[in-house]
């Protein structure tokens, strides 16, 4: 597998559920990001790490978001509490070290929550 | 602040014809890279091309050709003879290169769809 994977492809949850995606970047990319995407919009930053370490967040990332990268290699997704809000497609990406690099992008989970 | 702007939200034409997607961004930097990624139903988004801020010179591959002005901030893509193939959503983006912990995030526009037409 030379891509991003991301599983699962869909989850549908209640209101009020805790949910968890996972994402499998590139096996030599070091850069992870997240992205959120929502109808007829573009993606939206979420979160990015360099190896292990987490870099950045968005404002958007609120308490209930949390991600993790515990080896620098899958990175995990986690949202507590969820809200009819949160329902979006979540896409994962990854990139080599530079600043003349490209990001390669996973096929995303689309969280739907009724 | 940095943004990309797609005015175009739909657009339709009839297999060969060609079609040209419109991006206008916006940032303060003067070191920045400029990108188009293609969202077909599947929703993966794939690389078409990256630009940076300081190569302005225009290129065609293949049926793809993009045109990129500094002067307008404008970073056009065109699409030659297009196929039904190519009906997907189109998105510009733009990352700068922060330096302090060398991260890129891409900013993205609102997307312009591509309905080609056998």
């Known amino acids: 597998d030379t891509g991003v994977s991301q599983d699962p492809r869909h989850k549908i949850t209640k209101r009020g559920q805790n949910v968890t995606f996972r994402c499998d970047p590139i096996s030599e990319h070091n850069r992870l990001y997240w992205y959120r995407q929502t109808l007829g919009q573009g993606p939206e930053f979420l979160t990015y790490?360099?190896?292990?370490?987490?870099?950045?967040k968005s404002r958007l990332l609120s308490d209930r978001f949390s991600a993790e990268r515990p080896k620098g290699s899958f990175s995990t997704l986690e949202i507590q509490r969820t809200e009819q809000g949160d329902s979006a497609m979540y896409l994962c990406a990854s990139s080599l070290e530079g600043v003349d690099t490209e990001a390669f992008f996973g096929q995303g989970t689309r969280l739907t929550v009724v | 602040a940095q943004k990309v702007t797609q005015a175009q939200t739909e657009i339709s034409v009839v297999e060969k014809e060609d079609v040209t997607l419109d991006c206008v961004y916006e940032t303060r930097d003067t070191t920045y890279y400029l990108f188009w990624y293609k969202q077909p139903p599947s929703g993966e988004l794939v690389f078409l091309i990256r630009?940076?801020?300081?190569?302005?010179q225009n290129e065609i591959s293949g049926r793809y050709s993009w045109n990129f002005q500094k002067s307008t901030s404008s970073f056009n893509f065109t699409i030659t003879a297009s196929q039904v193939v190519d009906s997907a959503v189109y998105f510009c983006a733009l990352s700068e290169v922060i330096v302090s912990y060398n991260t890129d995030k891409l900013i993205f526009g609102t997307g312009t769809r591509l309905q080609v037409f056998p």
């Open positions: 790490f360099q190896n292990e370490a987490q870099l950045e």
């Open positions: 630009r940076n801020s300081f190569d302005e």
